[in-house]
């Protein structure tokens, strides 16, 4: 999962970045506000932890203006100001979740898993889909009960895919998720991979819509 | 405030009218009381020589009466307050019940007080007499006419004396005293009486006005005591009485700069907590990545970065500390030492780490420059300035440090040719926890605040300003010069 971290302070940054890369994430770093709102206008992110004291512009005018600007994307606020109108006119101004510095980062990392599934309007804590099960946190995948060994960008295609069951997503959205900046992206990566999942899973898993892209059928929807 | 006085303005409202409205009266009944006895006295006394002459001209026909005769008909119940003497050759020719059988007025009384009482004989005396010159002694020797004040048996009474036509008769007519002022107790009374009993009544009606007139201060006080602690909204002031609107003026002035020092405070908090979680909550994220690090390279990268953390946690308490002992006010120990030395040392120590950066750090110190100050305190003002322009200046940058002579004080400048700063920044720096944002350091923002405040507690001055030469920032600490004497 590709999100976006706006912290000023350099050493934070630095170990958030870090932190949240060994959870799993790919992270892209922004040091300030405007920064923060433009990548997040342009990019689709799967979710975002915003510092509300940026420079340029303050996280929380960021959060309004991509608010205004219709980006639904679920958004963690870590800040230092934990005094009680702040966390509710952080809520208010569009945050999903308010979180108060110093904080674990196991516990970080969990709160975006949560607020990322909530946004897919996933209740379930592990995605299932034809008998495939996807435990985010332990970032382990079963079929029909057994493990299944899977790559990390293996992993974290499989999850797009999952957190969007039922729907078709291009190729091009699928390597904005999945690589953060300066990641080369090979031109085929997506192809390759996803031909490594259906070895691995079932052919059927994964269906190729021609000229658009992937689609993971929803339980059901397959005959 | 004095004891005696009561203590709502109520109680003294009510208490000042009704005294003053009982004072007006009493003094009113004295000027009618006044005026009445002078009234009373005219019109008696006019009664009284009325009746002497009466008495002279019905004695003038029976003079030759030689038995002395007693007219005793009691016409009228006032009769027995009223008497008179006809005295003929020295004998009592008439007199009425009530009347003594000796002269109402004694010789000797007649002799003392004629002069003052005959002063003002009144009209009747004058037409009585009709000739003669009344204050010529005559043959009847020091009699006088006119009126008397005298003490008969048991009470005073108020006589006329009058001559008769012959010059041997004399007519003494008399009056109780006691009855005048029975009259004039009655005038008074009848007068008084009504204002007595119209008292309590007017004490009533000035109470119910004072209290509509003070209503409004009642409602304002209710108003503030049903306020909550924390309510600082400016109160209103329409529909107030001019009386009140200064006070009240004064207290929304209160609220407001209330207002604006807890917003400052608010601030302040909000900043503070920023700039005191953000380094532990790097330290404890660096501390975890390196925890769960697999990778060397990457383990070692979060542990520098844990230490960094470390660092700069303890400058912050350090400079939380000097602000806080600055803060506390205590005048530090003053004593004249050369700035040129101190810079030279402060210069020498963080010269090294310019080096790393390959800043070129120079000093241009003029011998004998002296100022009165706190060692320790400059040592930190100039580490401050010296450390802020190394910091914020990107590698390879200069930093110029100066000490000279300026206008009999001393001036200490430290330029560099960093970024520099935008005026709106200028302002702001000394702001505790303002920091310059994007500058890519992780400063406190305190630096600002203990140089200023070491400046202000040696009476320097601290501009900041666009450096000339160098094109970064340029500050200038001036200490003027020493006060003669």
């Known amino acids: 999962m590709r999100i976006l971290l706006a912290e000023d302070d350099t050493l934070l940054g630095d170990g958030l970045r870090a932190g949240l890369r060994q959870a799993g994430f790919q992270v892209d770093w922004v040091r300030d506000g405007a920064a923060a709102e433009r990548e997040l206008r342009a990019q689709p992110y799967a979710a975002a932890v915003l510092d509300l004291g940026l420079p340029l512009m303050d996280g929380m005018d960021v959060l309004a203006s991509v608010r205004r600007a219709g980006v639904t994307l679920p958004v963690l606020v870590l800040t230092a100001r934990d005094a009680v109108p702040d966390r509710i006119r952080g809520l208010d101004s569009g945050a999903d979740d308010y979180v108060v510095k110093p904080i674990d980062l196991d516990e970080l990392a969990a709160r975006l898993r949560a607020l990322v599934r909530r946004a897919h309007g996933q209740p379930q804590e592990t995605l299932q889909a034809q008998g495939v099960c996807l435990d985010p946190a332990g970032r382990s995948v079963t079929r029909d009960g057994q493990p299944v060994a899977l790559s990390a960008r293996e992993f974290d295609l499989l999850q797009a895919l999952m957190l969007s069951a039922g729907r078709v997503l291009s190729r091009e959205q699928l390597e904005q998720q999945l690589y953060s900046w300066g990641r080369e992206v090979e031109s085929n990566a997506v192809e390759v991979h996803v031909h490594h999942l259906r070895k691995k899973l079932g052919a059927e898993l994964i269906q190729t819509v021609r000229g658009v892209g992937y689609l993971l059928p929803r339980d059901g929807d397959t005959p | ?485």
């Open chain 2, 1 to 485: 405030m004095s004891p005696g006085l009561p203590r709502s303005l109520q109680g003294r409202l009510l208490a000042g009218l009704l005294g003053a409205v009982v004072v007006v009266w009493l003094a009113a009944g004295l000027a009618t009381w006044q005026d009445a006895r002078h009234e009373l006295d005219e019109l008696l006394d006019g009664h009284l020589a009325q009746a002497a002459a009466l008495l002279v001209a019905q004695q003038a026909g029976a003079t030759d009466e030689h038995a002395p005769g007693i007219d005793a008909p009691q016409l009228h119940h006032y009769a027995p307050r009223v008497a008179f003497q006809v005295w003929h050759e020295g004998r009592l020719a008439l007199r009425s019940a009530n009347a003594p059988a000796t002269p109402m007025v004694g010789a000797e009384a007649l002799a003392r007080s004629a002069p003052a009482t005959a002063a003002r004989p009144g009209r009747h005396a004058e037409r009585l007499r009709g000739h003669g010159d009344r204050g010529t002694p005559d043959d009847a020797g020091d009699f006088r006419l006119g009126f008397h004040t005298v003490a008969l048996a048991d009470s005073d009474w108020r006589v006329f004396t009058a001559q008769g036509a012959e010059r041997d008769v004399q007519v003494f007519v008399g009056e109780q005293l006691s009855s005048r002022r029975a009259i004039l107790w009655a005038v008074l009374r009848s007068t008084l009486w009504p204002l007595a009993l119209a008292l309590p009544l007017l004490a009533l009606v000035i109470w119910a006005v004072v209290r509509q007139g003070t209503a409004p201060l009642r409602r304002l006080g209710q108003q503030l005591a049903r306020r909550a602690p924390q309510a600082l909204a400016p109160l209103p002031l329409e529909g107030l009485p001019t009386e009140m609107l200064p006070p009240l003026a004064a207290l929304n002035g209160l609220f407001e700069r209330i207002t604006a020092m807890v917003e400052t405070e608010r601030r302040f908090t909000a900043d503070a907590a920023h700039e005191l979680r953000t380094p532990i909550a790097a330290i404890r994220t660096q501390a975890q990545v390196a925890l769960a690090e697999t990778d060397d390279g990457e383990r070692r990268h979060a542990l520098r970065a844990t230490l960094a953390g470390c660092d700069r946690a303890t400058r912050l308490v350090d400079q939380l500390l000097t602000l806080s002992r600055l803060e506390a006010g205590a005048a530090p120990p003053m004593a004249t030492l050369d700035l040129g030395a101190l810079a030279q040392r402060v210069a020498a120590e963080l010269a090294p780490g310019a080096l790393r950066r390959r800043q070129t750090l120079g000093l241009d110190a003029a011998p004998g420059c002296t100022v009165q100050g706190n060692d320790t305190l400059l040592a930190v003002l100039l580490r401050n300035l010296v450390d802020n322009a190394l910091r914020y200046s990107p590698d390879g940058a200069e930093v110029r440090l100066s000490v000279q002579p300026l206008a009999g004080g001393v001036q200490l400048r430290v330029e560099d040719s960093g970024p520099g700063l935008a005026e709106a920044e200028r302002q702001r720096l000394g702001e505790r926890f303002f920091r310059v944002l994007g500058s890519g350091q992780s400063g406190s923002g305190l630096g600002w605040s203990i140089v200023r405040r070491i400046a202000a507690a040696h009476g320097a001055r601290v501009d900041v300003d666009r450096a000339e030469a160098l094109g970064g920032l340029s500050v200038t600490v001036h200490w003027p010069a020493p006060a003669p004497g």
